[in-house]
């Protein structure tokens, strides 16, 4: 990549942080990056000459997290400090070219490293973020591949994440209009494989990508800028812009998750709009600490449920996700809320009630959707 003689391109972005894979050793770029307004530079990899680089711009300072490990290659725990607190995960996929955990190269470093830095990403911050290349898009996804990137976007959606791009450009998986990578430095052999997700899908702003015309002479890949709004839990005054940068093309994640009011425990509170969404809020203990997960399969974390949302189409239930705040190893409750998702297209007949816990199943099943009585 070069990186120490390409910073005046990354200089003219003006980022507050960077995400760089390809980057040689901080060694060979710390001081040319600090050369452009660095004030903390964050590397990591095993071979000097190409890893992993975070820098961050500014009255921020980077610190890699302890729970740090190299077996997944390369994913950098690292906490981003200053005006507010972010945890991030920057991410250069080695995928099955690595030489890390089994896991890794079985389904992509970053996927195989999500339950290892649960805690990491369930701490205490005013943003989270998963940024970088992922070197994976859905369109690779074949019927017989046993790692879908697919089912890992909808992983990380189901743990509240959203993908900056598909969100804010209103792009479906698969048919971005952007590339962030030209294969080959050909114009006509475009991806899109970076990507960055982000707990708070309310604080997207604005995202832009880089265009061929202006990047290939430099790089085979093109930069993606988020620019992201994030509000501090300690001073509630106001949003404040941050801008998140890469070096190499980065894109984003789907739909947000609606928020959740106080839940009394006490009552069974319901609401159905007219757009064909419903949601009711669960008595306390109603039932048992769940995982999250996709179509009853599930995933790591443990969440305590606490509300239900649905969605239907034509008087057809075609999404249903239970919501809860996550359950901690300490049995302490995250502030962050994480969900089980059944989706089933209206052509297939929708989701199956039978499928979803009996009281859930029998609440929707008692109530009008979209004006049509389900069955």
């Known amino acids: 990549m070069a990186l120490h003689r390409k910073t005046h391109l990354l200089a003219a972005l003006e980022p507050t942080i960077a995400v760089l894979p390809e980057s040689s050793s901080s060694a060979q770029t710390k001081s040319a990056l600090e050369a452009i307004g660095a004030t903390s530079v964050a590397w990591i990899g095993g071979n000097p000459n190409k890893g992993l680089s975070v820098a961050a711009f500014g009255d921020w300072q980077l610190r890699i997290d302890g729970s740090y490990d190299p077996g997944y290659q390369w994913v950098m725990p690292v906490h981003v400090t200053g ?222 449920p606490t509300h239900v949302t649905a969605r239907s189409i034509g008087g057809v239930i075609v999404e249903v996700k239970i919501w809860g705040p996550q359950v901690r190893t300490d049995g302490s409750l995250g502030k962050r809320l994480i969900d089980h998702v059944w989706r089933r297209t209206h052509a297939n007949g929708g989701v199956d009630l039978a499928d979803l816990p009996s009281s859930v199943a029998a609440e929707l099943g008692s109530r009008p959707v979209d004006g049509h009585a389900t069955q």
Request: glycine share 8%; hydrophobic share 35%.
């Open 83 to 304: 005006p507010a607190h972010i945890r991030m995960l920057a991410v250069w996929d080695m995928n099955h070219r690595g030489s890390g955990y089994q896991s890794a190269l079985d389904f992509g470093s970053c996927r195989a490293s999500i339950a290892h830095y649960e805690e990491f990403l369930s701490g205490d911050a005013d943003l989270v973020l998963i940024s970088g290349d992922f070197n994976n898009s859905v369109n690779w996804d074949k019927p017989t591949k046993r790692a879908k990137f697919g089912d890992f976007m909808d992983e990380l959606e189901s743990r509240g994440f959203a993908s900056a791009y598909h969100l804010q450009r209103g792009s479906e998986r698969g048919n971005e209009a952007d590339a962030t990578l030209w294969w080959t430095r050909n114009s006509d052999k475009p991806y899109h494989i970076d990507y960055t997700f982000v707990s708070r899908p309310d604080a997207i702003d604005r995202v832009d990508v880089g265009a061929h015309s202006e990047w290939l002479a430099h790089s085979d890949h093109s930069p993606m800028t988020i620019d992201l709004r994030i509000q501090t839990r300690a001073a509630n005054a106001g949003s404040d812009y941050r801008r998140i940068e890469r070096a190499q093309a980065q894109q984003p994640k789907r739909a947000p998750r609606a928020s959740h009011p106080d839940n009394q425990g006490n009552t069974l509170q319901h609401l159905a709009t007219q757009d064909g969404s419903m949601r009711f809020d669960l008595v306390a203990g109603e039932l048992p600490d769940m995982r999250c997960g996709v179509n009853g399969e599930p995933w790591a974390s443990t969440f305590r």
